[in-house]
Structures are given as structure tokens and as C-alpha cells.
């Protein structure tokens, strides 16, 4: 017997009949004799209702009273599906965060979670209930609610996961595990069994957005064992888990990954001296501009090209910041392109793993695409390439490494 | 300055349209240097789309899970509230039960307040805000959201007047205060400027439905100063208090009620007896059913006849208790007449006034209405009667009594 921690998002409980099949899913676990608790979202649809009643009232509604507001959506949640499992003879008590005491800071809106009571909920599992805890909110010192930013609901699991020290945090999602890469872009595309916590923050950070960065991060310093499965359809999905030391031969690499929202700017003619990237970077952080990739080379002549990128809707504004930038440290002009992609191979794999690099450019120019910026990490090398060459680079890529085929280690372990 | 607990039912916050309303009243207040407290009800509609919910999982709800469901509809309109207050310059926060501390015992659906922490609420208006609580919830010891039942807010309203000793619990409603018998029966029926808690109780209990029985009984007993007022419309409303001693020229009749859900049943010919009447009404009291009026008169024969009324929609559960009963008690029969009404004559200047119960008696024989039972307390007297004679006596005693016209005392004070 073990004790499961499960997570179920919006369109999993989007309706009562959602709601039952999810009882019946949960009510199966318990069955089988595991402890579980049950993370969930608020009825789809449900948030954005509540949202537009505060917007019907004021433009930006007070954050603290905009907590209180959409907090009823999880709480909804979490009695009806107490009374789904009630129904199926499963004891099961609906919780909030204020009742679990999910403690976080005072941040209305985006509140980061300091300290979970686990006194509680282990005197309810030692109940016998089930326990149902709304996802995405929580309660300040002082008894406010709070609620985690969208995509809550994950890091509540993870964090009740960690808290309880459960055995595992299912994540239930719409997809069937992680992938190698996009299999609307290349059919081959494989649910991978396993994946290092690392590999699914490269991973999730440029577009398989199965997970919420933030709750794989809180997982893997945890160390809390994270499984993304499908709500409605039967499988394994994808163990997210740590490096796996025994696992003689890990593969080297987990899979591709590849944004489209990506626009590049390029200062031209730099005068080639201390402090540049600062002067250029500091006024876009202070404009609230998310950068990605940053490239420098310095040329022979005293000058250099910096080019970096940013979210497309980003653009604009960043060209705007730039021009007078441009003007004070004397650059030539400011290009700006907004038809780029960025593909990535991603792998632990990697760390250990020469020619890694090597075989990624080769597979691209085998099918002529040109690289326009680069950029590596310990487990990761991303490229900036023309973004009407971004299928053609993918697919190539996953061929080249061979994620079409089931790993030799796994068939042999 | 004084402090204020003003509390808005459903229809007064069915809409965001309306809500600004009530912000637009509160702030009015506010700025005339008012310490308020508001107590709100969830959207006229939103229990209802909940209690639905529910039903659909579940015939009969889990009722801690019913609580933790319907309790959010409260918490909605207090976040929306207290932004519509912010707009408008005045700071203002939400509560719910549990965030104020309503401690109630834990009766899920129909738990009763305890105790109220008045420090948090203390602390707050002290930090100049206009505090927002939701009505009709609780939380129980054990951290358990809980509700009131239906109508609980204004018990919520006038328990935090209590406990944070307000100069006025103003309860607004869609009438304009409390009339001495009701409009659309007599033309000339009047807004009583004053009642007291006990004529209230008479009142309310008998069709003037403007507040909850409970809650007026929680004012009397704290000595709260209840006013009802009209939510939308000026005026100074009624003003429920006590028994004012400076008022040399008390109104002997504060208003005329009348109840028309009432049905009459007669044991006829039971043998005259110690314990009859437990006999009767015991098995009626295990069946749940509310007995209102009772009257046994004893005859010469060793028999007696034994009458009660019970509201209509339980007559025939009481007729086949009574059916039973009559059999073991060897009564003749059992008659029952769903063909009846209560009209009452209330007023605490009965006690000190002799001959109301003659002139109320002379009032309806004037007019042709003959009486079937009559009741007394210390400050009401109640005939059953035809119900086809209803009106008709309701206008006879309206008008016998005086109370087509302002009272002499008040235009002289």
C-alpha cells in the first residue's frame, strides 16, 4: 500500500460526467488498498467566469479580493467530487487551502508556497478519507487566501507530494505521457517511459507544455516521483524521476524540443568594449522583456554584433527600447527578425556523451538548413534557425538520434 | 460616529449592476464617517446553480461537502463587493466565515453560531477598512466550513452586531419596512416607524416574512437595534427595538397578521382523560410535523374535542397518524379542514390595555365572521376562521384598531 498524490486540471473535471469518471478512477486507487489525495483545478471555464465578473467591476481588480474571488472555483471542485466519491462508497472530505494550511507569502495572485501542514491530512488518511484539496491557492500568515498564478494546481501536487512524503504524484493531463518531440510534427514521435526532472525542464520550458516548469522544479527538489498520465484513457505515461544511476546505459538524448515563439534583434556594429551587453540587456530587463538565447562575437575591428531573443509579442517594444540604446553606445543599426525558430536536443545523456554537437549540425546541414545562433548547456544545445525550416530541422534531428526506435537499454533491461 | 452592520439579501446583489448599487450605498455611509461591516448573501440564482450541481452527483449531498460547495457563493459576492468599494475610493475587504472566525457548532446545513472572535473585524476597522463578510457560513472547531441554512444571513448580520456591540443592524430587503399588516389586503395597511422584538416575532412567524424568525430572536436577545429597510429606495425604514419605557403612549396594536397556511384536524368524542393530549400530539411531534394552534375544551358527557392546525402540506401525513391514533384512544372521529386561516391582532400594549380581546371579538362579529378557535398570548390573540372571511377581517380589524391612522403619540413626540 502506497500513498498516491493525484492531480486532476480543468478539463478533467470540466463537467459532472468528467467529475464521475474521475471518481471512478480515484475510487479504483483506493480500492487497490493506496492512500490518495486528490489535487483539482476549477471546472473549465469556471476561472475565466469569475475573472470576467471582477473585470465587470474594475479594470484591475484588487489582487487580494481577486484570490477570494477565484479560489470558490477549486472549492467547488473539490465538494462535488468528495460527493462523487461519497456516492461510490469511498469516504472522501473536500479541503481548501486554508483547511489543508497550505501557508504561502502574501504575493495576491502568484503566491509562492512556504510551508504545508501535514498534520491534518495524515490524521485524515488515517481516517480512511480520501482527501480532496483544491489546487492553485493557499493562505497567508494572516489568514488571507492566496492563489499560485495558473497552472497552480501542479505545484500543489507536487508540494502535498513532498509534504506527505508520497510514493507518487500523478499528474493527470490531456496527453498520454511526454514525448520525444511534437507528434504533430513527426510521426515517429515516442511516449517516453522516463524522463530526468532536468530533461523535462528543458523540455517543458520550449513548448511540450504538459507540466508547469514551476511544479517540475519544486519535484525535483523534492525528489518527489512525478508520473504525467491521461485522464480518461489507461496507460503508464511518463515517469519523471532522477537520474537513474543503475540505469547502465542512459540514452543520450530524451528528445527535441522546438518554440516558434521566438524573434531575434541584432545590435550591428557595437563598439567592442566592457559593459556593452549590460548597456543593451539592462534597459529590456527593466522594460519587464523575457530574453532567451544571447550570442556576442566580437569581430576584428573593435566592433561586434550582439543578438538575442525574445517572445514575438515581445517584439515591438524591445525594438522600441532599442533605438535609443543604439543611438548612446554609438552602434551602427538595430536588425530585428521575427521568422526564426528554436530546436533543441535535450538529454543527461549528453553530460558524458561526446560528438553530441557534432551529429546535431550535421544532421542539419544533411538537409541544408543554416544555423543562425547557438547556444549550449550542460544537457541541452539549442539552435536558432528560419523558422520555415523548423519541421524539416526537428524531424531530421529525431531521426538522427534515433528517438523513432525504442531505446536499446530499456528493451534489454 | 457610530458603527453599522448592514446586510444585503440575494436580489440586492444579483447582478454586478447591483452590487454597484449597494457599493454606492455603503460608501455613502462610509464617507459620512461610519464604521461599516456588510454582510452579503451570494447572487440571487448562484446557491440554487450549486444546490443543482449537487443534485446531479448526488441525491442526497454529503452535507459537510453541501456546505463547503455553497459557502463559495457568499465568498463571490464579498470579493466583488469589496472591488466595487475599492473603485469608489473606499477600502474595503472580504471575509468568510472562517476568516472572520464564525465558530458554529456542527450541524452541517443548519448550524448555529457560537461564538464570534470580534478581533480580526476590530483590527480591520480600525485600519479604516469597510469589512465584507459573507453571510450565512460558519466555520466548526475543527476548521469544518458550515452554513446557517437558508435566511442565515441576517442571522450572521445581527450576530456580528452583537458581537461587535453596533449602534444599528440595518437589514435591507425589497420592502421598505414592516407594515401593520400587509398592503395587498388592506389599502390603508401602514409602515410602522417601530416594533418591538416580541411584536416582531409575532409578526414574522405569521406571513410577514421581512426577516428571519432567528435572527430577530438573536437581536432581542443581545439588544441589538434591528432596522429593515428597502435596499434601493430611500427611507428611514422600521425600527425593531425594545420595549421603549419613555414612550408614555405605547399603540396597543402594532399590526394585524394573518397566516393561510394552516389546516385544521379535530379529534372528535375522546374520552375525557388524563394524557389525551400527549396521546394525540405525540405521535404527530414523531412524525416532524408542527403543530401551530391548539384547543381542548371539555365537554359535560366525559368527552372532549380536541383541535389542532398543522400548515396544509402536512395535513395528510397528520390525518393518518390521527387515524391510528383515534382507534387506540377510542375517539369517534377524526374531521379535518383545510379551509381555514389565522388572523392575529398583535402588540405589547395588550398587557396594559384590558378589552382588545372583546373589541377584536365585537370587530369580526360586526362583519359577520364567525370564529372557530381562538389563542392567546401575552401580546397577540389569534382566531382561526373561514378563510374565505380572511380579507374581510383583516380590513375589520385594520381598521377597529386605528391603524389606518399615524398613531397619536408618535405625531406628538
Redesign the interface.
Known amino acids: 500500500m502506497s500513498l498516491i498524490v493525484q492531480k486532476f486540471g480543468g478539463t478533467s473535471v470540466g463537467s ?1 460526467a468528467r ?2 469518471q474521475v471518481a471512478e478512477k480515484v475510487a479504483k486507487f483506493r480500492r487497490e488498498g493506496h492512500d490518495v489525495v486528490v489535487v483539482v483545478s476549477a471546472m473549465s471555464g469556471e476561472t475565466n467566469r ?1 475573472i470576467a ?2 473585470h ?3 479594470e484591475r ?2 489582487p ?3 484570490d ?2 477565484i ?2 472555483g477549486e ?2 471542485t ?3 467530487l ?3 466519491l ?2 461510490r462508497g469511498v469516504k472522501a ?2 479541503y ?1 487551502g ?2 489543508v494550511r497550505i501557508l504561502t507569502d502574501n504575493a495576491h495572485t502568484k503566491a509562492r508556497i512556504r510551508e504545508i501542514d501535514n498534520q ?1 491530512l495524515h490524521a485524515g488518511l488515517e481516517e480512511g478519507y480520501v482527501l480532496v484539496v483544491a489546487g492553485f491557492q493557499g493562505v497567508d500568515e494572516h ?3 492566496t492563489t499560485l498564478g495558473r497552472g497552480g494546481s501542479d505545484t500543489t501536487a507536487v508540494a502535498l507530494a513532498a509534504a506527505l512524503k508520497a510514493d507518487e504524484c500523478q499528474i493527470y493531463t490531456d496527453v498520454d505521457g511526454v514525448y520525444t518531440t511534437d507528434p504533430r510534427v513527426v510521426d515517429g514521435a515516442r511516449r517516453l517511459d522516463r524522463i530526468t526532472f532536468e530533461e523535462m525542464l528543458e523540455m517543458a520550458s520550449m513548448g511540450s507544455k504538459v507540466l508547469q516548469i514551476r511544479a517540475v522544479e519544486f519535484a525535483g527538489k523534492y525528489q518527489v516521483p512525478l508520473r504525467v498520465l491521461h485522464s480518461f484513457e489507461e496507460g503508464p505515461g511518463t515517469l519523471i524521476t532522477l537520474e537513474d544511476a543503475d540505469q547502465m546505459e542512459t540514452p543520450t538524448i530524451a528528445g527535441i524540443a522546438f518554440n516558434r515563439d521566438e524573434a531575434k534583434l541584432t545590435v550591428v556594429g557595437v563598439p567592442d568594449m566592457p559593459g556593452v551587453a549590460y548597456k543593451i540587456l539592462g534597459p529590456i530587463g527593466e522594460a519587464n522583456i523575457e530574453v532567451d538565447v544571447i550570442v556576442q562575437n566580437a569581430g576584428d575591428d573593435g566592433h561586434t554584433d550582439f543578438s538575442f531573443t525574445v517572445s514575438r509579442t515581445d517584439l515591438p517594444r524591445a525594438e522600441d527600447v532599442l533605438k535609443d540604446v543604439a543611438t548612446s553606445i554609438n552602434a551602427r543599426e538595430v536588425r530585428s527578425d521575427r521568422k526564426i525558430a528554436k530546436v533543441s536536443v535535450v538529454g543527461v545523456g549528453m553530460r558524458s556523451h561526446a560528438g553530441v554537437a557534432s551529429q546535431m549540425f550535421a544532421a542539419l546541414a544533411d538537409v541544408g538548413v543554416n544555423i543562425q545562433m547557438i547556444t549550449t548547456s550542460e544537457i541541452k544545445i539549442s539552435v536558432i534557425i528560419e523558422e520555415k525550416y523548423l519541421e524539416l530541422a526537428v524531424r531530421a534531428l529525431h531521426s538522427s538520434f534515433g528517438l523513432d526506435r525504442e531505446p536499446q537499454d530499456e528493451s534489454a533491461a
Open positions: 459532472i467529475i464521475e469569475l465578473l471582477a465587470e467591476v474594475q481588480p484588487v487580494r479580493e481577486m477570494a474571488l479560489s470558490t472549492q467547488v473539490t465538494a462535488l468528495s460527493m462523487a461519497d456516492k472530505k473536500s481548501t486554508s483547511q491534518r489568514g488571507n487566501i
